[in-house]
């Protein structure tokens, strides 16, 4: 069975995700793919009440989220809340860096979004709390403050110790070009490592 991956980006930087989405690895001709796409675009043109629930029903069933990283990537807020409902869901990370992807004016390469997310296990270790960067200091994350492990599932070792960023939990990052030879393998990987069970 395929995995269903989320793909999370800011909309500004929709030129170059569509390389990577429209590319041979994600849609090799005569080939299933080894994984569903659950991404959105349309959502921006709605009201953000719309766009979260069509955030929470894309989430809804992936096991690993595709952070799709440009300049400001970090910083925008609906790709902060999808990161929120991933983890939420469970799900493994990997971010992909598209700097110098796509036709000019090409993205420019950002920090990573997953140093700018905190999860805070709780002190009886059956939920987290999310916190984010607010340009001074990690602050509670107010749209989805708390999730139950009960929910996510995550190996006990994430619960483990004190407050972490999620790169150092969910390390894998890397350029498109260097990723895509290895696309599908990666992703299985982030799902092994959150939790998830083989892919059959």
């Known amino acids: 069975m395929a995995r269903n991956v989320f793909f999370s ?5 929709v030129m170059a995700v569509n390389i990577v989405r429209n590319s041979d690895v ?10 569903s796409d659950r991404s959105l675009y349309e959502a921006a043109k709605n009201t953000p009440g719309a ?6 029903g894309a989430v809804d069933g992936t096991s690993v989220t595709v952070v799709v990283t440009g300049e400001h990537t970090w910083r925008s ?15 493994g990370f990997i971010v992909v860096d598209i700097d110098g992807v796509g036709p ?22 059956t ?7 607010d340009g001074s200091k990690y602050a509670d994350y107010k749209p989805l403050n708390y999730v139950s492990n009960a929910t996510a599932k995550y190996p006990a070792s ?9 790169s150092q939990r969910f390390p894998l990052r890397q350029h498109w070009r260097l990723l895509q030879m290895y696309f599908p393998t990666t992703i299985e990987q982030a799902a092994r490592e959150a939790g998830w069970n083989p892919a059959s």
Do not use: C, Q
């Open 104 to 125: 000019p004016p090409t993205p420019s390469r950002g920090p990573n979004p997953l140093d700018n997310m905190m999860l805070a296990p709780s002190h009886d270790r």
């Open 158 to 166: 994430f619960l483990a110790g004190n407050a972490y960023a999620l």
């Open 127 to 133: 939920g987290f709390a999310i916190m984010e960067w």
């Open 51 to 56: 766009i979260k629930r069509a955030i929470d």
């Open 26 to 35: 994600v849609r090799a001709a005569n080939v299933k793919r080894p994984f």
């Open 77 to 91: 807020y609906w790709v902060r809340y999808e990161i929120a409902k991933s983890l939420e869901r469970g799900n």
């Open 9 to 13: 980006f800011d909309y500004d930087d």
